[in-house]
């Protein structure tokens, strides 16, 4: 006689029902176990899983750099004092910053030779017009005013000369000391108390703008070096 055990494992199993009704049980399970596959196939037929993208198909757009704006050029340039300074861009507080003459000239030498390759400040002494500052050592020059020269008409008119060098015996002398020959030059007067006291003298130049910064800064530290 079987034990109460294994009778709840036969009823659990079916195996203590006639065997019509295990028959049926079987069949249910079969059924059962037969829909399952045939959802399961269906359900992998109609669903679409999404390819995995192929790395070297995806194009990353890069992003643009801004452009940054581009620093001034750095130039190292030796002054007529046989110093050697660097360069960026012009600026006139050294030369309102001066505290006597020599720091003057020295700051204009720097200021010029940010513009040209040759300029040279001079100083109005009389008839005679004497180098004090310059881009290259070109050594002391005094230029003596002629009559009807563009120099002479700078000073005694107070207004610049853009333009050719005139054909006159200073001009010659003048570019005789430099060994240039320039296409144009550029005389810009620097007035203090209404007297033309100094002349700026500027070949083949590009912008006048900043030359008269130049100007108008040597004009207002003037008062302070006046003898």
């Known amino acids: 006689m079987p034990s109460?055990?294994?009778k709840h494992i036969n009823r659990y199993y079916g195996l203590d029902f006639p065997e019509e009704f295990r028959f049926g049980i079987n069949q249910h399970l079969k059924e059962e176990f037969s829909?399952?596959?045939?959802?399961?196939?269906?359900?992998s037929n109609n669903t679409t899983i999404p390819p995995v993208p192929?790395?070297?198909?995806v194009k990353i757009e890069q992003s643009k750099e801004v452009e940054k704006p581009s620093l001034p050029k750095i130039n190292k340039v030796t002054l007529p004092q046989g110093r050697e300074v660097e360069v960026k861009y012009i600026d006139?507080?050294?030369i309102l910053n001066s505290k006597d003459k020599d720091s003057l000239f020295e700051a204009v030498s720097v200021e010029l030779t940010k513009l040209t390759k040759t300029g040279i400040m001079f100083f109005v002494r009389g008839d005679i017009l004497q180098s004090v500052s310059s881009t290259k050592p070109f050594g002391l020059i005094d230029l003596s005013i002629e009559d009807n020269s563009l120099f002479k008409k700078t000073?005694?008119?107070?207004?610049f000369y853009i333009g050719p060098p005139e054909e006159s015996s200073i001009m010659n002398t003048l570019l005789a000391k430099l060994g240039t020959n320039p296409n144009s030059i550029v005389l810009l007067p620097i007035l203090y108390d209404g007297m033309v006291f100094s002349v700026l003298y500027v070949e083949d130049l590009d912008n006048l703008s900043e030359l008269?910064?130049?100007?108008d800064a040597v004009s207002s530290v003037f008062s302070r070096f006046i003898n």
């Not at 008269?212 to 100007?215: N, V």
Request: glycine share 0%; aromatic share 4%; proline share 0%.
């Open 4 to 6: 109460v055990l294994t």
């Open 35 to 43: 829909r399952e596959k045939m959802f399961n196939r269906e359900l």
């Open 54 to 57: 192929n790395l070297k198909d």
């Open 92 to 94: 006139v507080q050294n």
């Open 155 to 159: 000073v005694l008119n107070k207004d």
């Open 212 to 215: 008269t910064q130049i100007r």
